[in-house]
């Protein structure tokens, strides 16, 4: 982070395969968080199929400081859009005002079929967002890059730009924020995964930084480098 020049990371959860795990990773990202509150927030992992159990460790994240949900992926948690137990799951994060990350496939093949893609289709995601009006969701890697699909993503959604380097040229950061609106578009990493395995040299945190500013349009780098961010989890404003 300070090599990159990043003065605060939000650190985003996997989807794993178990409850406990998910317990376990939000019991550290809370310790995280508490070493390092001016430089790191935290959001908490959660599996549905808990049940009871995954809401009351929501409401533990919570309670420990974590600011949102994800990244969350129910397609590859096994959990159908309209079980009960995943509504549950946003109508608590609404009522505790945590938004929610999405892992996001783009549906092109195009992007490739690299190991663990999983099929998220692009309805799913407008239809949820639809449904729960006042949860705030951040789709991951630009939202598969939705408008190319034919698909409508209501006010509410907001998309990261999470693992761009291996999915899409520098030209998508003017064409989603072209798309989408650039108040509506988060730098996100997927740090630490590897975006530049061609390359050995490049770190991925400093590269992905560099090709950002590069790409990014004028007048916007602000807001999407960290401002959009900082208002959606009303982090502490040090800029
Ligand atoms: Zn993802």
Known sequence: MDSAGV???????????THESCAWQNRFYADCVRAYPDRLSAFAAVHPAAGEA???????AHSEGLI??????????????DDPRWLAVLELAGALGLPVNLHVTDPSPATGN??????????D?????QAFPNVSFILAHW????????VRMPGNVR?????????????????????CGADRVLWGTDYPLDLYPRDPVTEPMNGFFAQARAALP??????????????LLRLASDA
Do not use: K
Request: net charge negative; charged share 15%.
């Open 114 to 123: 690299y190991p663990g893609r999983v099929e998220t289709p692009l309805a």
């Open 68 to 81: 949102g949900l994800g990244e969350l992926s129910p397609h590859s948690q096994h959990i159908v859009m």
């Open 143 to 150: 939202g598969g890059c939705w408008w190319r699909h034919g």
């Open 218 to 231: 004028a007048g916007v780098a602000g807001n999407v480098l960290g401002g959009n961010a900082s208002r």
């Open 7 to 17: 003065d605060r990371a939000v650190l985003l959860g996997w989807y794993w395969e």
């Open 125 to 129: 995601f407008a239809g949820m967002s």
């Open 159 to 179: 998309f990261d730009t999470a693992a761009s380097p291996l999915l899409y040229e520098p030209a998508v950061f003017a064409e989603g924020i072209a798309a």
């Open 54 to 60: 995954a809401l009351v460790e929501i409401r533990r």
